[in-house]
């Protein structure tokens, strides 16, 4: 059994250029992000053939900045349409079972909710799988992304609103969707020829492209919350939280 862990980094983004080289208690925020993927790998070596870790980006600063701390980089285009789009081009011609996205503005993940994460797909031979989080806090936010799951852990749908709808009673949680995917190598094959969906065009929630199209998302629950850095003001909550 094979495993890949990429992490998709670019430079551009609208709310925060530049952020995967933004300093966090002293060091950017990608190689928080590429050391968590590390501990990860130290945990599960003996049980994969093979664990492979790469950092996809589409510039040149990001590409020098990694290979100072020893990552491996594969350089993709820009033109690429999200960070699973270009895990997908920077791995296709690697040979693996599965492959995790550990997106690069993650500093704060919990590198064992990553590891129960590919067991448990792994054990049950789940297609696709993610994590959540149970959270009464931040759900007025657009960025902070909800989840509602079936009786057997797959997602019913994923939305940037208020879902489950109280229309009673206020919900005493909500589950909080944590960024970071695992896929058998076909699903994120299938994945890439899929066209954007509705839904996805939407709510610019990638993952609703796999839903819309039959594909079921498996929800891991997660022991800790995490901080994404979406910006510049979420490097403060970031500190405090490592």
């Not at 789009?85 to 011609?93: E, F, G, N, S, V």
């Not at 492959?99 to 590919?118: K, M, S």
């Not at 960024?179 to 609703?208: A, C, T």
Request: hydrophobic share 35%.
């Amino acid at each position: 059994m094979k495993l890949v862990i990429a992490i998709p980094s670019r430079y551009s983004s609208k709310r925060f250029p530049g952020k995967p080289l933004a300093i966090i208690k002293g060091k950017p925020m990608i190689e928080w992000v590429y050391e968590k993927a590390k501990k990860v790998r130290e945990i599960l070596e003996k049980s994969f053939d093979r664990i492979e870790i790469i950092i996809a980006t589409d510039d040149e600063r990001i590409k020098r900045v990694c290979e100072k701390f020893n990552a491996k980089v594969i350089l993709t285009y820009s033109s690429i349409p999200s960070g699973t789009d270009r895990i997908y081009h920077a791995t296709k011609d690697m040979d693996y079972d599965y492959i995790v996205n550990l997106q690069g503005d993650e500093p704060t993940i919990f590198e064992n909710d990553l590891v129960r994460l590919i067991e448990e797909t792994v054990k049950n031979g789940y297609p696709s799988a993610t994590l959540v989080k149970r959270t009464s806090e931040g759900i007025d936010s657009p960025d902070s992304v909800k989840v509602v799951i079936d009786n057997e852990g797959k997602a019913l749908y994923f939305s940037r609103a208020k879902i489950p709808f109280g229309r009673d009673f206020t919900p005493p949680f909500y589950l909080k969707h944590i960024g970071v995917y695992i896929y058998r190598k076909d699903i994120l094959e299938k994945f890439v020829n899929l066209k954007e969906g509705y839904l996805e065009s939407i709510e610019k929630l990638e993952q609703l492209r796999l839903l819309e199209n039959g594909v079921s998302i498996y929800c891991i629950f997660a022991e800790r919350d995490t901080v994404p850095v979406d910006r510049k003001e979420d490097i403060k909550k970031a500190e405090k939280f490592l």
